[in-house]
């Protein structure tokens, strides 16, 4: 190459444009890395939603546990109608609601009966927080308020009173007996759209509390399915993901 005024010019130019565009990517880069999972916003959802309950979680760590990946399927999913069943504070549905937020796109109808220790035998260590909070401010603190409706009532009484309503995401944390989850199964399996995710949470937790025995574990060894996959971790709680074919 003829080394001249012009190409010189040129390489320089080149030199500088180059030297930009790195400077922007690494700017790019570490925002990214900075906003993949905010502190602030990890810290909250488990602390003030009560994420440490069978989760997975890790306030030390920031790490959102199942709620990242209940938040990662809903983003791909772009679901219309998502279904939540219990929750002791909202951390699952508040993650879901999340995604849907920040899909611009989906609304969750959470159900959950707020049963406390004087609904003894159906309360599965409810605190009936529902019925003592306001579940708009509440889910307002993160922003999801207007992605996600309370409905308090049983599944029985969901179900009966939405007899049409269609999912493509379900998430089951509700009644804890080996009947209740097998109930909630029936309930809204036919409610399930093709292809779409229902999943279980505690599908490995035994032994008893007020309600009796742990059931979904049982209930879910029941499930005979290829597209059946088991996080058996942590070994208190467990999630179970079913896929409708």
């Not at 979680?57 to 938040?71: I, V």
């Not at 307002?140 to 009484?157: F, P, R, S």
Request: proline share 3%; net charge positive; glycine share 8%.
């Amino acid at each position: 190459m003829l080394i001249n005024r012009k190409n010189i010019l040129n390489f320089l130019d080149f030199v500088k444009w180059f030297g930009l565009r790195k400077v922007y990517y690494r700017f790019q880069a570490q925002k990214l890395k900075q906003n993949l999972i905010n502190k602030d916003f990890a810290r909250l959802a488990i602390d003030y939603y009560d994420g440490n309950q069978g989760q997975n979680t890790d306030l030390k760590t920031n790490n959102l546990g199942f709620g990242l990946l209940h938040y990662a399927l809903v983003r791909n999913l772009k679901p219309k109608n998502v279904l939540v069943v219990g929750s002791l504070k909202g951390y699952v549905p508040a993650l879901i609601a999340a995604a849907c937020r920040d899909n611009h796109f989906g609304q969750v109808d959470f159900v959950d009966a707020a049963f406390d220790e004087e609904n003894n035998g159906k309360n599965w260590q409810g605190i009936g927080f529902w019925k003592k909070t306001n579940p708009q401010a509440h889910f307002a603190k993160i922003g999801v308020d207007k992605y996600l409706t309370l409905h308090i009532m049983t599944t029985q009484e969901f179900s009966k009173k939405h007899p049409h309503k269609k999912y493509q995401y379900i998430y089951i944390d509700g009644d804890h007996s080996y009947e209740g989850v097998k109930l909630d199964y029936k309930l809204f399996y036919p409610k399930l759209e093709k292809n779409g995710l229902m999943s279980f949470h505690d599908i490995v937790a035994t032994g008893q509390l007020t309600g009796g025995d742990y059931g979904v574990q049982k209930f879910w060894q029941e499930i005979k399915s290829q597209t059946k996959i088991t996080f058996p971790f942590p070994k208190n709680s467990g999630l179970g993901i079913l896929q409708k074919r």
